[in-house]
Each structure stands twice: as structure tokens, then as C-alpha cells.
Nanobody, 121 residues
Framework: QVQLVESGGGLVQAGGSLRLSCAASGSIFRSNTMGWYRQAPGKQRGLVATITRSGSTNYADSVKGRSTISRDNAKNTVYLQMNSLKPEDTAVYYC???????????????WGQGTQVTVSS
């Protein structure tokens, strides 16, 4: 089984910074794309940022220039550094990973349980 465990959420004032971490553990042969999505109250879950195994990144326009996604392939861990936070960044942030559990199984999508980020004005 594969598990994703997020950490780093919390309450921060507008203009502040947070660093989210997500570690994948369990049966992992290879982790492919990893990333972060978020869901605000009453809204659908949407993309924040993704990063491929080779380091190519993709960001939502709403966070571009304020956030940096990175990963440590050896640790199967993905990070999201968020700066200049705004109240509209308030949401539950979910870690995502496409992971191949064993060499003979195809990759599947996995999600973390989510971590709350609250930005006060």
C-alpha cells in the first residue's frame, strides 16, 4: 500500500509564508508526477502545482510567481513553498502522486488526506 502524509499547514497572516511537505511511503517502485491541489469551501478541488520526476513544473496562474514546488526523488517527497499568501489561498491542500508500486504494476494516482491552510487578513 502507498500512503501520502502531508505536513506544514496552519494559520498565517496575509503576506506570510508556509512550506508544505508530502512524503510518500509504502510499496514504491517509482514515483512519477507529484503535486498539490487545493479545495476551498464551496469550490471544486483545483490544481496548485505539479512537478514531474525530471523536475518540469506547472503552476496555476493564481499562485505563479508566489509559490515554488520541488521534490526529493530519493525521499519520494514533494514540497510547496508558498510566499506572499493571500486570504484567497485559504483552502485544504491535498498532495497528489502518480506512483508505480512495483515493477510489474502500472502507476496509479494517490492522494493525501489534506492539510488546512488558513490565511487571515
Amino acid at each position: 500500500q502507498v500512503q501520502l502524509v502531508e505536513s506544514g499547514g496552519g494559520l498565517v497572516q496575509a503576506g506570510g509564508s508556509l512550506r508544505l511537505s508530502c512524503a510518500a511511503s509504502g510499496s514504491i517502485f517509482r514515483s512519477n508526477t507529484m503535486g498539490w491541489y487545493r479545495q476551498a469551501p464551496g469550490k471544486q478541488r483545483g490544481l496548485v502545482a505539479t512537478i514531474t520526476r525530471s523536475g518540469s513544473t506547472n503552476y496555476a496562474d493564481s499562485v505563479k510567481g508566489r509559490s515554488t514546488i520541488s521534490r526529493d526523488n530519493a525521499k519520494n517527497t514533494v514540497y510547496l513553498q508558498m510566499n506572499s499568501l493571500k486570504p484567497e489561498d485559504t483552502a485544504v491542500y491535498y498532495c497528489y502522486a502518480e506512483i508505480q508500486p512495483t515493477a510489474w504494476r502500472r502507476a496509479d494516482d494517490y492522494w493525501g488526506q489534506g492539510t488546512q491552510v488558513t490565511v487571515s487578513s
